[in-house]
Structures are given as structure tokens and as C-alpha cells.
């Protein structure tokens, strides 16, 4: 029976709605999304390796240079993921911007169960799954039309550079999960796998953030106001950590389609929540009926991709 599996699928799915909205009240206080991205990663990779040091993940590590070099890199799917929601949330609102993620995911997973990349098994693409992706597609443009009076216009020109970084940033984790999923089956050891994925992730935006302070495209990070920050907004680390670990452990069991399907319509309702009742210090955006609509069809996608 998956029931369990199902319900982890869809609860780890909220986190990652929860996880963008907190990581905003960190990104103000340091001042750059990219500090805020780096410290953040650093604190999930620093639990993580306390984690894996307890349950004996250590060991493993002897076994790196044996594992393929592209089993290593999934990490970067993170500081992408994080830093893209710090920008676009307060653009698009939490809703349109998880429906971008969401439209992502969902071609990407479908692309990989299709294509068998990655080592994620092989299925036909049958009408259902075509048919859901479809439907996701609609419901995300039906979302981000629906968007309230006083929001960003995300349907203007100069707002397709935000949209393609949404669609980019949510196809890249399901890509993470295969990845990982891959790292796992060499090492066989959950904890360890994602502490390197998240050594990867944080080394990958420092690097970025070394770039951008050199070239002055980004403030210096601060730390003066970090005592401002609430106590939840410091669980986005711990979020992340949960989702990735989570994820590539359900992929091989559920598939890649299933999970992310699930996972975003845990995505879908966290999004919707906070969105209409301003959680985490974010701006309301009432739910409107257009919007309801467009996020039923984001379900029905999922529901088909994950039924075919």
C-alpha cells in the first residue's frame, strides 16, 4: 500500500511552499538574495552532516571517487530553486509563482519517466499523462491571468525573463531527484547522499555570490539585522533539507511522474493558503474564482499524470 508514501509526497510538497515564503524574511535582513541563499544552504548542509556523522553516513564518503561525476552535481538545483522563489515571489505572488514551479516540474518529471534519463525507469507516455500535462499548462496560464489588481503584470514582455526562471526552477528539481536518486544507489546511504547535495548547493551559490560581489552586481551580504528575523524564518534550511532527502528516496519507489505530481499539489495548496491569507508577512492575494479555476486544473494535471 503507498498511502504513506503518497502522504509524504504531498506533505514535503507544502514544505517547499514554505520554504520560499520564509527564505524572504532572511533575504531582507542580509540584504541579497544571494547571501540569503548561502546561509541558508549552509545551515541545511551543516544539519545534515551532524545527521549523517550520527547515523554513520560518514563512512561512505571513501566510496566518492568511484561514482560517477554527474551523480555529484545535483546539488545545484537548490541555490537555482531558492534564490529564483526569493525573486519571484514578491513579483508574482506565491500562487503564479508556484504554478510556474509547478508547470516545471511536471514536463520535466514527465520528460525523465518518458525518456528513462537518469536512470529513472522507463514508461510509455500514454494519453492520461499527455492529457495532464496539458491541463497543467492551462492552469497555470489561467493563474497567472487571474493575477489580483496591484500585483506585478506578469503577462507583460518584460516580465518573460521572470516567467521562463520560474519554468526553469521548478523543471530542475525533479531533474535533482533523479540525480540523487542515482548518488544513492552508489552510495546507498540517504543522509550522506544529501549532505552532498547540499555541499554542492552551498558551494555552488557562494561561488555565485563571490562573482556578483566582484563584479558589484550585488550588495554585501549584512549580518546587523539578523536578530530581526523571526524563529520560522529560519526552517527554510530544514525544509530543504526534508524535501530532498524525501524526494529522491520516493522517486525510485513511486516513480518520478507520481512524486512530482503529488508533491506539487502539496506546492499548489501551501501557495494558495499563504497567498490569501497573507502568511509569513506576505501580501494577501485573495484567491479569486479565476484563480480557483486555474488551480483545479493545475490538480487535474497532476491527478492524470499520476493516474496514467
Request: proline fraction near 5%; aromatic fraction near 6%.
Amino acid at each position: 500500500m503507498n498511502a504513506p508514501l503518497f502522504a509524504a509526497a504531498l506533505l514535503i510538497g507544502g514544505l517547499l511552499a514554505v520554504q520560499a515564503s520564509v527564505n524572504l524574511q532572511l533575504n531582507r535582513a542580509v540584504g541579497t538574495p544571494y547571501g540569503a541563499s548561502t546561509l541558508q544552504l549552509g545551515l541545511a548542509a551543516v544539519l545534515l552532516a551532524v545527521i549523517a556523522g550520527l547515523a554513520g553516513g560518514w563512512a561512505v564518503l571513501g566510496g566518492l571517487p568511484d561514482v560517477p561525476a554527474w551523480t555529484l552535481i545535483g546539488g545545484i538545483a537548490s541555490p537555482i530553486y531558492i534564490t529564483s522563489a526569493i525573486l519571484l515571489f514578491p513579483r508574482l505572488g506565491a500562487l503564479a509563482s508556484t504554478g510556474l514551479f509547478v508547470t516545471g516540474q511536471v514536463v520535466a518529471s514527465l520528460a525523465l519517466d518518458v525518456g528513462g534519463y537518469l536512470g529513472v525507469q522507463q514508461r510509455s507516455l500514454s494519453p492520461g499523462m499527455a492529457l495532464g500535462a496539458l491541463a497543467v499548462v492551462a492552469g497555470i496560464v489561467v493563474v497567472i491571468r487571474a493575477q489580483p489588481a496591484g500585483a506585478a503584470a506578469p503577462t507583460g514582455r518584460s516580465q518573460i525573463p521572470w516567467l521562463a526562471l520560474g519554468l526553469v526552477a521548478g523543471a530542475v528539481l525533479p531533474v535533482q531527484g533523479a540525480i540523487n536518486a542515482a548518488l544513492r544507489g552508489e552510495l546507498h546511504d540517504a543522509f550522506a547522499v544529501a549532505m552532498i547535495s547540499f555541499i554542492v548547493a552551498t558551494a555552488a551559490i557562494a561561488v555565485v555570490l563571490a562573482m556578483l560581489l566582484a563584479l558589484r552586481r550585488t550588495p554585501a551580504p549584512r549580518t546587523a539585522e539578523l536578530h530581526t528575523v523571526p524563529w520560522w524564518g529560519w526552517l527554510g534550511g530544514i525544509c530543504a533539507a526534508t524535501y530532498v532527502t524525501v524526494t529522491f528516496l520516493l522517486i525510485p519507489r513511486i516513480g518520478a511522474a507520481t512524486t512530482i505530481a503529488l508533491t506539487v499539489t502539496g506546492q499548489q495548496l501551501a501557495s494558495a493558503a499563504i497567498d490569501h491569507f497573507g502568511w509569513f508577512r506576505l501580501p494577501e492575494r485573495a484567491v479569486s474564482v479565476a484563480r480557483i479555476g486555474g488551480l483545479a486544473a493545475l490538480g487535474v494535471g497532476c491527478a492524470l499524470v499520476q493516474l496514467a
